[in-house]
């Protein structure tokens, strides 16, 4: 009774999504993709979003460039502490952009080029083959670019992510 | 046993998170809150971070600003087509950054004060007290912020959310 309790207890905590599409490019495994939405210019990929959500993308095109929330599907199991792409010391998970999170979701701002049907055409992309995607938004500027004064352990290095590749280190 | 294979079918489908922790702010209801971070300069506002994983806060405090994901908690049913607050016309919800989304998750660029334990102390909020956090990711100008040329239906009024307020339209 008291194990049932607690299952019924996890199962209340628990926030449930579903999937609206699938994003589509040409990076099929964690190894040797760009670390960030601007690590590959000119890398083109497609989301596919399920046509029961198509009439949500009206006037999306007009926007040049959409904030995508993703599920980290690849990702297996969360670390507290990592040592990420671009340094040899450990942080804490929430100070990287490392998909090794407690709730693997992955963020890009990425370009966004057409809008056919319920076909995205999306450029600059550093998301795997077959992620499923949780959430458009449309970026902006005014909301979404603050004044930066301090980058933590990345000053100095963060204009680097734009051309730094995976390596093994987040395969297990 | 068609419709247990079908309820199996569909929790196959669910991606599942778990909250990190409680966002506090001064907004206990939905109505005049600031609808953006920038909306409200120099609100404050506190996040708790479940102590499992204050690990994970270590090198945050490094960054001026950070992104915060969060369950909009109190978001009640979705619409594919919204009238948002900037606007008297229809639009599609992923071109919104209207709540009623298909997946509630919230999105905000915040200034993050400092850290004691595991409390961040932030600034310019737009987020309802209670909220579930989600995820926390150091916020990156090179990475998350590109150079839009386009911004649709927001064009000439995205400088105008800075000031604007909520009311009544997503209460339902």
Redesign the interface.
Known sequence: MLFLALFILNFM????????GIINSPFKTKEDMPI???GDKGINGEIKIYSE?S?????????????L?Y?LHLSTGSS??VIPFMDNNS???????SPK???P?G?S?V?LNKIEKNILFIE?IDILDGT?L?????????????N????????GK??K??NKKSDKRFNE
């Open positions: 905590n628990d926030i449930t999504y579903q999937s609206i960030q939405p601007t959500f009439e949500g993308l009206v006037d999306l095109e007009g926007f040049s460039h959409i904030i929330i599920h507290l502490k942080h804490g998970i929430f100070s990287t952009r999170r407690p709730n979701i963020l701002v370009k600059n499923p949780l959430d458009i938004k449309p970026f902006i500027p005014d909301v979404d670019c603050p930066v004064d301090k980058l933590g352990w990345l000053e963060s204009d992510m734009k």
